[in-house]
């Protein structure tokens, strides 16, 4: 063996390895397989687990929620100033359904109600919920569900409206609200069949005047009624004082 080893350590020393090496590739002898756990130890390892004391308190009690504000973008910010400044200078503000159409038909539908002065404007309900919750158009929320316009105009042009809607079948009115007052859709349309405020104030104005004048007449009936019966009499008086002046006069000369 030693006669074998010096043997090697010359080669070494010559930089020579042996042109065939032995490299052993079996697999390792595996000394120890998996057996499952007897049941009986399975029952003990159970019953002496250890189980930690629960505290009296719980924890949540003992340490408060810290809610995470999170900051508005400024982009929500400033829709949400828009429609805070929209909402406090219209006088009539219509919720329709906006489902899909044309770009030319609403264009078109864009056009015709600015002649009235109604605009077309549009705001996520991300926006639109928040504002409407902490505001007096709190009952408008039902409203807000899908995908909405609003017609938001300074003044009350409902008739005007309601035609250039007919023209538009794809958009559907849902509610308005007019001078603060929420309307439902047959409300917003028996509202449109009323006359405007001109011509109610023309015929108040005319209804009021009509009566002053019955009433005049009424006062001035009796007055009138008075004098035109104490002409007469006076006539009747005069009539008879003539004739008995007429009568004494024809007796006088007679008896001359």
């Known amino acids: 063996m030693a006669a074998v080893t010096r043997w090697c350590e010359r080669f070494c020393k010559t930089d020579w390895l042996p042109t065939l090496q032995l490299i052993r590739h079996g697999s390792k002898a595996v000394t120890r397989h998996w057996r499952p756990m007897h049941f009986v130890r399975q029952k ?20 408060p ?14 829709l949400r100033r828009d429609v805070e400044q929209a909402f406090h200078e219209s006088k009539m503000i219509a919720i329709c359904q906006y489902n899909q159409v044309p770009a030319n038909d609403m264009v078109l539908m864009g056009y015709r109600l ?20 902490e505001s007096k158009y709190k009952n408008l929320l039902p409203l807000f569900v899908g995908r909405n316009l609003l017609l938001m105009s300074p003044e009350t042009r409902a008739q005007e409206m309601l035609r250039v809607l007919r023209g538009v079948p794809q958009i559907n009115l849902l509610g308005a609200c007019v001078d603060n007052t929420i309307l439902s859709k047959q409300g917003f349309t028996n509202y449109a069949k009323l006359p405007s405020m001109v011509t109610a104030q023309g015929e ?8 002053t004048s019955q009433t005049s007449t009424l006062l001035q ?14 006539k009747q008086q005069n009539c008879e004082s003539v004739e008995a002046k007429e009568t004494g006069t024809l007796e006088k000369s007679e008896a001359l």
């Open 65 to 78: 929620q810290v809610k995470q504000v999170e900051e508005e973008n400024g982009y929500v910010k400033l």
């Open 221 to 234: 009936r009796g007055p009138v009624h008075l004098t035109s019966l104490l002409d007469q009499y006076v």
């Open 44 to 63: 003990l390892m159970e019953v002496t687990k250890y189980i930690p004391p629960k505290p009296l308190i719980p924890e949540r009690c003992i340490k």
């Open 204 to 211: 108040v104005v005319g209804a009021l005047s009509l009566m």
């Open 114 to 133: 600015r002649k009235y002065n109604i605009h077309v404007k549009y705001f996520p309900n991300e926006v639109m919920i928040p504002f409407l919750s």
